[in-house]
């Protein structure tokens, strides 16, 4: 008996349906992109293990997916470390590629491989699939595509504006009103740690920061003991946790807080410029605000930390992310090229414009007009007719076989196909077609012309 096939954990097929509403998102995000200045690159699904490995952290070289060594791949393992199971040491003998985790690297990667190629300030925008083994979840998956624009080779503040604008505008195309886009800088952070006595605790103690409210205020406040912060520091913390009011209203409490750090205050100014500017330009659904727990990508991120929160009342994780990074192309050896970018959540912008029924009625119309199959004599005439209608950008099929009339109708409507047309004898008599509106039900003879503009119109 044959094996039932199946597919890996954490991927999915899609349907024509679920293709076409992919694929309504994907142009909506392209189409933003290019009226914002950005070009697109691709890069290949596999990079060499050491462009990927030590760029995540720890916990993100284990979610890479490793590529095995063609060929007898255990030739390069010596008896003494197969012996010893030591999994990190054998996969650098057995596997030279992996699978891409994010687009940002690759990026990286690609301004440092193609730097004489490119005019800078560089904007770019990249739509491809990437592969986590992550534990699969509602809304996790282990390949899911991003959709990425960067700036590469400018400081400048205005493009953390530019982005929030980005966002603003297609999550407004998209029709998804009300999204949070959530800021901070890495600089805060790190003058708060600094304020505190704990710089040398960063990661701990944003990490703790970042569950206040999964968790609450005490719990993070013990979690940050176990970590070594001393009490001393909690209690300079305690303005932090009391934060309230709007953008303004919170920067100035932050004043307060980092009064004696250099460094905060730059995050702080830096802030302060990007608020300005976009209190000054206005976001059409979106709203801004900060979020000093706000604490992603600190591996690799320098200034602006971006999330984009769902509509309130959707349950949902971040729908998009980003952020300033002054040196992501020094790994590779090029050093000083400051970037800022953003990335969209197509798989979970999709849960949640479907959850929200947000998805428009006619993207997923493949086809406009069905033509009935009466036999070779009227599906000949049937081509032609078809042929016409294509080069006007009309949609337009035969149904291939001959079979009961009663199902080719009904193929038509389970495929929502809104016109279907009878070319039979006595049609091929006159020259003319009898149309069908299979949602009004209306039936009309016309000839080729009339054909051709009713089902345009």
Same mark, same amino acid.
């Given at each position: 008996?044959?094996?039932?096939?199946?597919?890996?954990?954490?991927?999915?097929?899609?349907?024509?349906?679920?293709?076409?509403? %992919?694929?309504?998102?994907?142009?909506? !995000?392209?189409? =933003?992109?290019?009226?914002?200045?950005?070009?697109? !690159?691709?890069?290949?699904?596999?990079?060499?293990?050491?462009?990927?490995?030590?760029?995540?952290?720890?916990?993100?070289?284990?979610?890479?997916?490793?590529?095995?060594?063609?060929?007898?791949?255990?030739? =390069?393992?010596?008896?003494?470390?197969?012996?010893? =199971?030591?999994?990190?040491?054998?996969?650098?003998? *057995?596997?030279?590629?992996?699978?891409?985790?994010?687009?940002?690297?690759?990026?990286?990667?690609?301004?440092?491989?193609?730097?004489?190629?490119?005019?800078?300030?560089?904007? %770019?925008?990249?739509?491809?699939?990437?592969?986590?083994?992550?534990?699969?979840? =509602?809304?996790?998956?282990?390949?899911?595509?991003?959709?990425?624009?960067?700036?590469?080779?400018?400081?400048?503040?205005?493009?953390?504006?530019?982005?929030?604008?980005?966002?603003?505008?297609?999550?407004?195309?998209?029709?998804?009103?009300?999204?949070?886009?959530?800021?901070?800088?890495?600089?805060?952070?790190?003058?708060?740690?600094?304020?505190?006595? +704990?710089?040398?605790?960063?990661?701990?103690?944003?990490?703790?920061?970042?569950?206040?409210?999964?968790?609450?205020?005490?719990?993070?406040?013990?979690?940050?003991?176990?970590?070594?912060?001393?009490?001393?520091?909690?209690?300079?913390?305690?303005?932090?946790?009391?934060?309230?009011?709007?953008?303004?209203?919170? !920067?100035?409490?932050?004043?307060?807080?980092?009064? @004696?750090?250099?460094?905060?205050?730059?995050?702080?100014?830096?802030?302060?410029?990007?608020?300005?500017?976009? @209190?000054?330009?206005?976001?059409?659904?979106?709203?801004?605000?900060?979020?000093?727990?706000?604490?992603?990508?600190?591996?690799?991120?320098?200034?602006?930390?971006?999330?984009?929160? +769902?509509?309130?009342?959707?349950?949902?994780?971040?729908?998009?992310?980003?952020?300033?990074?002054?040196?992501? @192309?020094?790994?590779?050896?090029?050093?000083?090229?400051?970037?800022?970018?953003?990335?969209?959540?197509?798989?979970?912008?999709?849960?949640?414009?479907?959850?929200?029924?947000?998805?428009?009625?006619?993207?997923?119309?493949?086809?406009?007009?069905?033509? *009935?199959?009466?036999?070779?004599?009227?599906?000949?005439?049937?081509?032609?007719? *078809?042929? +016409?209608? %294509?080069?006007?950008?009309?949609?337009?099929?035969?149904?291939?076989?001959?079979?009961?009339? !009663?199902?080719?109708?009904?193929?038509?409507?389970?495929?929502?196909?809104?016109?279907?047309?009878?070319?039979?004898?006595?049609?091929?008599?006159?020259?003319?077609?009898?149309?069908?509106?299979?949602?009004?039900?209306?039936?009309?003879?016309?000839?080729? +012309?009339?054909?051709?503009?009713?089902?345009?119109?």
């Amino acid at each position: 008996m044959a094996q039932k096939p199946s597919i890996p954990k954490g991927t999915r097929d899609f349907n024509p349906e679920e293709v076409a509403k %992919r694929n309504y998102i994907f142009s909506t !995000i392209r189409s =933003k992109f290019e009226l914002f200045g950005f070009q697109p !690159i691709e890069t290949p699904s596999f990079e060499n293990s050491d462009t990927l490995m030590g760029k995540y952290g720890e916990e993100g070289d284990r979610l890479i997916f490793k590529i095995l060594n063609s060929g007898d791949y255990l030739n =390069k393992v010596n008896d003494e470390l197969y012996q010893s =199971k030591d999994s990190n040491k054998i996969t650098t003998k *057995i596997s030279e590629k992996a699978l891409r985790y994010d687009l940002t690297v690759p990026f990286a990667r690609y301004v440092v491989h193609h730097q004489n190629e490119i005019d800078f300030p560089f904007k %770019r925008y990249q739509i491809q699939p990437v592969w986590r083994a992550d534990r699969p979840q =509602k809304g996790r998956f282990r390949e899911f595509y991003q959709c990425d624009a960067d700036v590469v080779g400018s400081d400048s503040l205005w493009q953390e504006v530019e982005f929030i604008q980005l966002y603003d505008a297609v999550f407004t195309a998209l029709g998804l009103n009300g999204v949070t886009i959530k800021i901070n800088n890495r600089k805060i952070l790190s003058g708060i740690a600094e304020v505190i006595g +704990a710089q040398d605790k960063l990661i701990d103690f944003t990490v703790a920061l970042d569950k206040l409210d999964k968790i609450g205020e005490e719990k993070v406040k013990d979690e940050m003991r176990s970590k070594g912060i001393s009490e001393a520091g909690i209690v300079k913390l305690q303005p932090l946790f009391q934060l309230s009011g709007d953008f303004g209203a919170q !920067i100035n409490e932050l004043k307060a807080i980092l009064d @004696t750090s250099e460094e905060g205050k730059k995050g702080i100014e830096e802030l302060e410029f990007i608020n300005k500017g976009i @209190t000054a330009l206005g976001l059409k659904t979106a709203s801004l605000q900060l979020d000093v727990t706000l604490a992603r990508g600190l591996n690799y991120y320098t200034g602006a930390i971006f999330e984009v929160a +769902a509509p309130k009342g959707v349950s949902m994780g971040s729908i998009g992310g980003g952020g300033r990074y002054d040196d992501l @192309t020094g790994i590779f050896g090029l050093k000083d090229m400051s970037g800022v970018g953003i990335s969209f959540g197509l798989d979970r912008i999709a849960l949640v414009l479907e959850d929200l029924n947000l998805f428009p009625e006619t993207i997923t119309n493949t086809v406009n007009v069905l033509f *009935i199959n009466f036999g070779d004599r009227e599906s000949m005439a049937s081509m032609k007719a *078809i042929k +016409a209608l %294509r080069e006007h950008g009309v949609s337009a099929e035969l149904f291939p076989d001959n079979k009961k009339t !009663i199902k080719q109708f009904n193929y038509a409507n389970k495929r929502n196909i809104p016109y279907v047309v009878l070319l039979g004898e006595s049609e091929l008599e006159s020259n003319t077609y009898t149309l069908k509106n299979m949602i009004s039900g209306n039936q009309q003879q016309v000839n080729l +012309a009339e054909l051709i503009a009713t089902v345009k119109s």
